[in-house]
């Protein structure tokens, strides 16, 4: 009777281990998988690396048909000569890049977080050819109605000013209709609870909705900050003073036909991209929430 009892108590371990137990072609299918994807992580730096070892480099080097992983000697001084340059002014363009990013992804996250809250929850006659009009504009490039902007600023006087650098970049379609189809899986139940106490739609966007919008308003800021920043047309043909000129307006300066310095164009590309990169570590939380439209709190 007790071995049988003992032998009824080990069963259950042993199947354990046979339920636990990983077959080979298992392991194999998953050293393949891992294997890929530091391949691709690989291919996904090496640009980087490409550019902070020609930043580090002379231009000898650079261009040298004998290529070597690292310089013989790292240039450090390389930064040094960019930031004190006198022909280009990097500094003023990260400055420029720096504020119109800034003032371009808030002002758009704000103007289309509203139209999409509009489009998605207030009724009124006219929201289906509202809707349709803000998707035109998502079939009409921007090249089509790039002159006529132009001559809209310029008769404003805005050439090599924030403000055209800035304003026609305030509201975007897409940014828009992706709010509105955010808002439309909004439970109405917490908007409801809102208008229980008194709460009208202003009140409602901005206590309970927009709180609970964290994931999808971090997700199209950061898109619509690396759109903003790494925007080269319009700055180039609005920003004609040198005062006005952006960090990507600035980097092509070292790269025309009077002038081809290309230690000083890749350190100023790798000094460029570091905004970029904190943005993404800091709000990278809140970009994938964004992306499984989860932005209710627990």
Same mark, same amino acid.
């Given at each position: 009777?007790?071995?049988?009892?003992?032998?009824?108590?080990?069963?259950?371990?042993?199947?354990a281990?046979q339920?636990?137990?990983?077959?080979?072609?298992?392991?194999?299918?998953?050293?393949?998988?891992?294997?890929?994807?530091?391949?691709?992580?690989?291919?996904?730096?090496?640009?980087f690396?490409?550019?902070?070892?020609?930043?580090?480099?002379?231009d000898l080097?650079?261009?040298?048909?004998?290529?070597?992983?690292f310089?013989?000697?790292?240039?450090?001084?390389?930064?040094?000569?960019l930031?004190?340059?006198?022909?280009?002014?990097?500094?003023?363009?990260?400055?420029?890049?720096?504020?119109?990013?800034?003032l371009?992804?808030?002002?758009?996250?704000?103007?289309?977080?509203?139209?999409?809250?509009?489009?998605?929850?207030?009724p009124?006659?006219w929201?289906?050819?509202?809707?349709?009009?803000?998707?035109?504009?998502l079939?009409?490039?921007?090249?089509?109605?790039?002159?006529?902007?132009?001559?809209?600023?310029?008769? *404003?006087n805005?050439?090599?000013?924030?403000? @055209? $650098?800035?304003?026609? =970049? #305030? !509201?975007?379609?897409?940014?828009?209709?992706?709010?509105r189809?955010?808002?439309?899986?909004?439970?109405h139940? *917490?908007?409801e609870?809102?208008?229980?106490? @008194? $709460?009208?739609?202003? =009140? #409602? !966007?901005?206590?309970?909705?927009?709180?609970?919008?964290?994931?999808?308003i971090?997700a199209?800021?950061?898109?619509?900050f690396?759109?903003?920043?790494?925007s080269?047309l319009?700055?180039?043909?609005?920003?004609?003073?040198?005062?006005?000129?952006?960090?990507?307006?600035?980097?092509?300066?070292?790269?025309?036909?009077?002038?081809?310095n290309?230690?000083?164009?890749?350190?100023?590309?790798?000094?460029?991209?570091?905004?970029?990169?904190i943005v993404?570590?800091?709000?990278?939380r809140?970009?994938?929430?964004g992306?499984?439209?989860?932005?209710?709190?627990?």
């Amino acid at each position: 009777m007790a071995a049988s009892t003992s032998e009824t108590v080990q069963s259950p371990s042993v199947g354990a281990r046979q339920r636990t137990s990983v077959s080979p072609g298992k392991i194999i299918w998953t050293i393949i998988r891992y294997a890929a994807l530091v391949i691709l992580a690989l291919i996904f730096l090496l640009p980087f690396y490409l550019i902070v070892r020609n930043g580090l480099a002379t231009d000898l080097e650079i261009t040298s048909p004998h290529w070597t992983f690292f310089p013989s000697a790292l240039h450090f001084e390389n930064i040094q000569e960019l930031f004190s340059d006198p022909d280009v002014p990097f500094i003023s363009g990260l400055e420029n890049s720096a504020s119109i990013a800034i003032l371009q992804t808030a002002g758009q996250i704000l103007i289309s977080a509203l139209a999409g809250y509009g489009l998605a929850r207030i009724p009124y006659r006219w929201s289906n050819a509202i809707l349709y009009a803000v998707l035109l504009t998502l079939m009409i490039p921007f090249a089509v109605i790039f002159v006529e902007v132009y001559v809209v600023v310029s008769y *404003l006087n805005w050439v090599s000013t924030l403000q @055209g $650098l800035v304003v026609p =970049g #305030v !509201f975007s379609g897409f940014t828009a209709f992706l709010f509105r189809q955010f808002f439309l899986s909004f439970p109405h139940e *917490l908007e409801e609870a809102g208008r229980v106490d @008194g $709460l009208g739609y202003w =009140g #409602v !966007f901005w206590r309970i909705v927009v709180p609970n919008s964290y994931g999808i308003i971090a997700a199209l800021s950061v898109i619509t900050f690396i759109a903003s920043w790494n925007s080269f047309l319009w700055p180039l043909v609005i920003g004609q003073d040198p005062t006005a000129y952006t960090v990507q307006v600035v980097l092509s300066n070292f790269l025309n036909a009077q002038v081809l310095n290309l230690h000083e164009l890749f350190i100023g590309a790798a000094i460029a991209i570091l905004p970029l990169v904190i943005v993404f570590f800091v709000l990278q939380r809140y970009i994938v929430e964004g992306y499984r439209q989860s932005g209710l709190k627990g």
